[in-house]
């Protein structure tokens, strides 16, 4: 019989989806019309959950899945899971972990670009026709230059290094706040977020939303100053979402270029019909290539567990230390 996996989300990729049901007996949670009751008849025999960094999955699902093996997350955002219960039950989490670090990092620059250069409101210039129109060059404002940007980093993980890769050949000083100062990084560590925001013409936001709800606030955003920009693309719950809203309502920031928000799929009316925003859909990762690839290490985890292995990509479980039991004709 095939192992038995629980799908929380869809997956893009139909090469995956196609190795997916030729090994395992897939039910997509997604789909089901009864998802509770599917639980109740069919939770003990679950061997493996696939489900996406910001829908996770919820302890009390874990705990009516008691023969799960691992849950691979397609993605690598991990605070949707309870990994200290993972960790106590011994249970491998997994990631796709620098499988999407380009592509993230990619959007947050574009997204950067987009704001300050206020790319999609002359999309919408030219596409209503309202050139011709206001064919003055002064029908459209002046917008703020990117090149030299001083940008400022939260969270110097894969993502914020490559930010910053990207950055510094836009010729950005960069500087940085983390948990504590990178010694093989050339960039200015700043210890407290209201003094990173204070000297930054650019705030991007790539930390884990673990520990960090709300870090970004009005005092944070005051310090970033009417010629601040913003930049999500890592959580939405990172910012306090009215604070945002009404300092960008009131010019207290230039703008904003946001991929993640509190409650997606909704976003506030006020961030929908404002100006001074670029939206995306939660995209950062959304390309064929990127998905590509993290479908692969999710299939590759999934194997990896399901042979008893420990996966290589599991956060919860350590690597075997002690040497493997020597058996056999030559022990
Ligand atoms: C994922 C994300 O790509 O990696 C994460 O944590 O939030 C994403 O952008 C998404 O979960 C796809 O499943």
New binding site residues.
Partial sequence: MKPRVLQL?PILIPAVNDKLASLYDVHKYFELSDPQAWLGEHGASVDAVIT????GISRAMLERLPGLKVVA?????TDAVDLAYCRGRGLPVT??LGA?TDD?ADLAIGLLIAACRNLCAGDRFVRDGQWALHPQPSALPLARRFSGMRVGIVGMGRVGRAVAQRAAAFGCPISYTDLRPMDDLPHRFVNHLLDLAHDADALVLCAAADKAEGIVNAAVLEALGPRGFLVNIA?GRLVDEADLTQALAAGRIAGAGLD?FVDEPHVPLALRQSERVTLQA?R???TRETRTA?GEMVLESLAQALAGERPTMSLTTEPRTEPLPVTGAHA
């Avoid at 996406?52 to 829908?55: E, Q």
Wanted: charged share 5%; glycine share 20%; proline share 0%.
């Fill in positions: 989300n996406g960094g910001h829908t997350i397609n993605g690598v955002g990631a796709t999407l993230v959580r993640v939660h950062a990762s959304a993290m």
